[in-house]
């Protein structure tokens, strides 16, 4: 090759560059990417993701897949094997944080906090199909994200499609405080303010302290995820799905306000038994009956 040659190979290559990067920013900007940016935006805003805490994933529907299929790669990443196979989201993709991002950045990193991921026909292992620029991978909790999702699919009719998870510091506190039971926790939340029981009826899971990105608790999310919208893990935050990232944001808005509400009683003296600390029973059955809401009577 001559000068000229290599010349004209540089500036191909740097026009191809330049317009995949022009091609990743527009991704960026569909409605369902900036809602899930903005989701984790508000909750930094509100101290939920010190440092690179938290992360999240959203699995895509039909209509989403097809708004960002013109972004995806054309030559898609190596296939890497899950620790546990997720059979019921075979084919899937899914859009998620990358490991060590910070929540916060999210917006102004890209393509390389953000990725978008695909499952193979069985649901066994999984390859970037769009992000983690710069050499990134998806959040450690990946495994346990998509067995939620699976978990979540399965008991909404593949309604839920969002996994969000934050640090609120008055929720980690709370866990350390309460007895480690869905019954406690659940009792500890709805009692503490009357908004909690209309975001959660079911009641919330709880996860005793596991090493976080492990496949055991992953297993163990997944299993409180079949039965909760929100699950406590001890020492380490609140895990909320929903419909889409309102509905997770919301959810987690409400769990949060709800730990703080209930440290500041026990700051001031307040007892759980203590009527003035508590929403009583037939308010609870009354707000969800109001609201034709299903109050999870076995754990009150």
């Given amino acids: 090759m001559g000068f000229l040659d290599d010349a004209l190979a540089v500036g191909r ?52 897949r097809t708004a960002i299929a013109p972004f995806l790669e054309t030559e898609p990443g190596e296939w890497t094997m899950l620790q546990q196979p997720v059979s019921d989201m075979a084919g899937e993709i899914v859009l998620v944080t990358a490991a060590g ?4 950045g999210l917006k102004a990193a890209g393509a390389r906090a953000l990725g978008v991921i695909e499952l193979d026909i069985s649901g066994s292992a999984w390859r970037t199909v769009f992000g983690f ?52 926790v659940s009792n500890c939340f709805w009692r503490a303010m009357t908004e909690t029981v209309m975001v959660v009826p079911e009641g919330v899971g709880y996860v005793g302290p596991m090493v976080p990105g492990s496949l055991d608790l992953a297993k163990a999310s997944a299993e409180k995820a079949a039965l909760y919208a929100a699950v406590l893990w001890a020492s380490h935050g609140i895990l909320s799905t929903g419909p889409t990232c309102e509905d997770a944001f919301q959810r987690m808005e409400v769990l949060a306000k709800a730990a703080e509400v209930r440290v500041s009683c026990r700051q001031c003296g307040l007892s759980a ?17 109001q609201l034709g809401l299903s109050l999870n009577e076995q754990l009150l």
């Fill in 13 to 64: 290559s740097t026009v191809a560059s330049a317009q995949k990067t022009v091609a990743k920013a527009g991704a960026l900007h569909l409605d369902f990417v900036s809602e899930f940016i903005a989701m984790a935006e508000r909750g930094a805003a509100l101290g939920w993701h010190e440092a690179h805490g938290g992360n999240a994933s959203l699995w895509l529907t039909d209509e989403q």
């Fill in 101 to 104: 991002c910070r929540m916060d």
């Fill in 133 to 184: 620029d710069g050499g990134g991978r998806p959040t450690s909790e990946l495994n346990g994200h998509l067995l939620i999702l699976e978990a979540r699919g399965k008991a909404t009719d593949r309604r839920s499609r969002i996994v969000y998870h934050a640090h609120p510091t008055a929720a980690i506190v709370l866990g350390k405080l309460i007895d480690g039971d869905d019954a406690s």
């Fill in 273 to 289: 038994s203590d009527y003035r600390a508590s929403v009583p029973d037939d308010v609870l059955r009354g707000i969800c009956k």
